[in-house]
């Protein structure tokens, strides 16, 4: 009797699809009120890869959903928004290996640049037991800080250097 095997093989091939981070957005102070200002999209590259290796895909901007699905009319540096205050861009995020793409959106805000007060006195504060470590509160001048401006508005965050306040990184 003739055994016979049969061995069947199947070849699945997996693509990756590039994923978005949702919703990304760019953030302009400007000094004239007018509600346009100077952006450059690709600021926003590192929110719309979210974890994704930069090498594998190609990011670009357009101002329609279609316009991104179909990867014409890409624009770029400078872009002026031509809607007061608040525009939507879409970005295009697509994968060098597959040609797999994914669409999503970029805010681009427009703020009005302010001066908060500069001349706010130190908060000093008394090392009791002389351990070197003092608590202090930071919220103690708000107020003066704030000035005129709206605290409804406006809120505060605080860094321990310059370099993470102008970078945004919060540590403990």
Not at 68 to 94: D, G
């Amino acid at each position: 009797m003739k055994k016979t095997l049969l061995l069947s093989v199947f070849l699945f091939t997996i693509f990756s699809h590039a994923q978005t981070a949702n919703p990304a957005w760019l953030t302009v102070c400007e000094e004239d009120t007018d509600g346009f200002a100077l952006f450059d999209p690709s600021a926003a590259d590192s929110q719309v890869l979210d974890t994704q290796n930069p090498e594998d895909f190609s990011i670009s901007y357009h101002s329609t959903v279609s316009d991104a699905q179909n990867n014409v009319n890409a624009v770029y540096y400078p872009f002026t928004n031509w809607i007061a205050y608040n525009q939507t861009l879409y970005s295009r995020l697509e994968d060098f290996a597959t040609g797999n793409f994914d669409t999503s959106t970029l805010e681009l805000i427009v703020g009005e640049s302010f001066e908060v007060e500069q001349n706010i006195p130190p908060l000093v504060a008394c090392d009791d037991d002389n351990d070197g470590i003092v608590l202090f509160d930071l919220t103690l001048n708000n107020d003066l800080i704030l000035g005129d401006l709206d605290p409804t508005v406006h809120s505060f965050t605080y860094y321990t250097t310059p370099t993470d306040a102008e970078n945004g990184i919060w540590s403990c």
